[in-house]
């Protein structure tokens, strides 16, 4: 009964006109096909971020510090707004300001996971005792799985097989790191990234393309897509998915007050700096008051409401990245930009993102 209405309803001419002016739109959204350079790109590129997320321990971890220089010349502009005390203007400061600060864009995290208990255990460590990330013989064993499967990634090789293990220890390692009673979120998109892979990689190869999946051949196309399409587009969808989620549900869980109370993210800016002080006791951000909270706070609350609530329809829409390659450079550049500056602002960063 009920599918007999919904097909009267769809046979409606209005419906089908609806539908004939939708479907190119509805096509866009599958995605492009990509040329093999982009394949390889994405594959060397998201094995260097894999790798800077890994808790590979000593030495490999601390391979990328950052670099206090060129992070006091990044954030020199914003001294005024920040209330950062001053600091010498060299030579080398101006030059460092104008080069593409990989180890400042992509910091390691910790050394290596130390937690040895779970005991607000998180997700899959309810299942399973992750507690092994943390053992030191494990440790020292991490970096020779991670760093030949992300050769073997980074080669296109054997993916049914590196991404499942990258996989897991991204995911087993982050989940201890969450069950001790607070949850840090700077490392799941590329989890999901990790996972969403595994899955398309997989289902290549329970649909009997395993060639192609392990890359021995090339792929061929299917329904006008390949193993590469398949497995960029996918990657972009769990991007997008994060985004998404995190600009929705701010407006939900205030009831809608979000927009009209964002300012007070001031207050959090003042926290930040703290805990930022105490993390290092680096004096450049000791700030009892910070400049930007009393901005935010006090002198425009409503532009700060504007301008954080442009960042969260962003979020929001990030979706639109989707439909052609324009939009998507266009949003993509704007989420980075928005944290680089929420980054210089407030000390809050987003590396893993951008």
């Known amino acids: 009964m009920t599918f007999s209405f919904l097909d009267r309803i769809r046979s409606l001419p209005l419906c089908q006109s609806i539908a004939r002016r939708l479907r190119p739109i509805a096509r866009s959204f599958d995605g492009p096909r990509h040329h093999r350079f982009e394949w390889v790109f994405m594959r060397i590129l998201f094995a260097f971020v894999v790798y800077q997320s890994m808790p590979l321990g000593t030495p490999f971890s601390d391979a990328f510090k950052p670099n ?133 990689v997989w289902w290549h190869v329970i649909r009997g393309d395993w060639r192609a999946a392990f890359g021995l051949r090339k792929p061929e196309l299917r329904n006008g897509r390949t193993l590469w399409d398949w497995t960029i587009r996918y990657s972009q969808w769990m991007i997008v998915i994060c985004y998404v989620i995190a600009g929705v549900i701010k407006p939900i869980r205030s009831d809608g007050e979000w927009f009209q109370n964002s300012h007070y993210i001031g207050v959090q800016v003042v ?65 980075v930009s928005f944290h680089v500056f929420n980054d210089l602002m407030m000390g809050l960063y987003f590396y893993g993102n951008e």
């Open 271 to 335: 926290k930040t700096h703290r805990q930022n002080y105490y993390s290092a006791l680096d004096e450049r951000w000791n700030i009892p008051e910070p400049r930007i909270a009393t901005l935010m706070l006090k002198e425009h609350p409503n532009l700060v409401r504007i301008f954080l609530s442009c960042g969260v329809m962003l979020e929001i829409f990030a979706f639109l990245a989707l439909y052609n390659r324009f939009l998507s450079l266009a949003i993509v550049f704007a989420l």
């Open 68 to 200: 206090p220089a060129l992070d006091t010349a990044l954030r020199r502009p914003m001294q005024p707004i920040m209330s950062l005390a001053p600091v010498s203007e060299t030579e080398s400061d101006r030059t460092v300001a104008f080069l593409l600060p990989l180890s400042q864009l992509l910091p390691n995290s910790e050394a290596a996971i130390t937690y040895t208990k779970q005991d607000k255990a998180n997700g899959l460590a309810h299942l399973i005792d992750l507690t092994f990330f943390s053992d030191p013989g494990f440790i020292k064993v991490l970096p020779w799985i991670v760093i030949p499967c992300l050769l073997l990634y980074a080669s296109g090789i054997g993916l049914p097989v590196v991404l499942p293990i990258l996989a897991f220890i991204s995911i087993g390692s982050r989940t201890l790191y969450n069950s001790q009673g607070y949850i840090h979120h700077g490392y799941q998109m590329l989890s999901l990234i990790l996972l969403a892979q595994t899955i398309v």
